[in-house]
């Protein structure tokens, strides 16, 4: 039987010399790999008690609703700057290569809500930290932040030590 990491294709050097970049679309384009994907991170969640699941645009997106659907929770949006219509908090961060901003709406989570935060990689950490920084800026409690690949050479978990993290799939 197939694996998750059977699905996921590598291209060197995108967008820089010396990343090596895992490509999502190559699980997405496969239906079998996109459910196998959601399966396995749904399992990592599903007797966690929590009120809300946050995903992290854009590829966060693609898998945090799907999970938000599958176990009945409502699905809030941590967008890259200038997306959200409403009031927003924003944070901005260090990427393995450049720099963002990302905000959510200031109702997106209500104090005392327990948050998943969801995203398809952590690199460096540095999305995810921001992420977790504004869920609880708005009063939330981050339960559990889970990751479809996590790049551990990167030591992105040192950032989110204070957190319970999980990833299906580990390179070193
Ligand atoms: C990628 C990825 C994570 C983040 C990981 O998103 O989807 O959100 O980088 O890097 P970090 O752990 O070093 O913060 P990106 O900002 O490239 O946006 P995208 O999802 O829209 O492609
Ligand atoms: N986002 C940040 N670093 C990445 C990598 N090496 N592969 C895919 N997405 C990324």
Known sequence: MKKVEDYIRTIPDFPEPGIMFRDVTSILQDAEGFRLAIDEMKKLIENVDCDVIAGAESRGF???????YALGK???????????????????????????????????????????????????????EAAAQLVEELGGEVVKIIFLMELA????????????VESVVTYE
């Not at 693609?62 to 938000?68: M, R, S």
């Not at 005392?112 to 990689?121: A, H, P, T």
């Open 62 to 68: 693609i898998f945090g609703a799907p999970l938000a």
């Open 74 to 128: 409502p699905f809030v949006l941590i967008r890259k700057k200038g997306k959200l219509p409403c009031e927003t908090i924003e944070k901005t961060y260090d990427l393995e290569y450049g720099t963002a901003t990302i905000e959510m709406h200031k109702d997106a989570v209500k104090p005392g809500q327990k948050v998943v935060i969801v995203d398809d990689l952590i690199a460096t950490g540095g999305t995810i």
């Open 153 to 164: 050479g990167l030591n992105g978990r040192e950032k989110l030590a204070k957190y319970d």
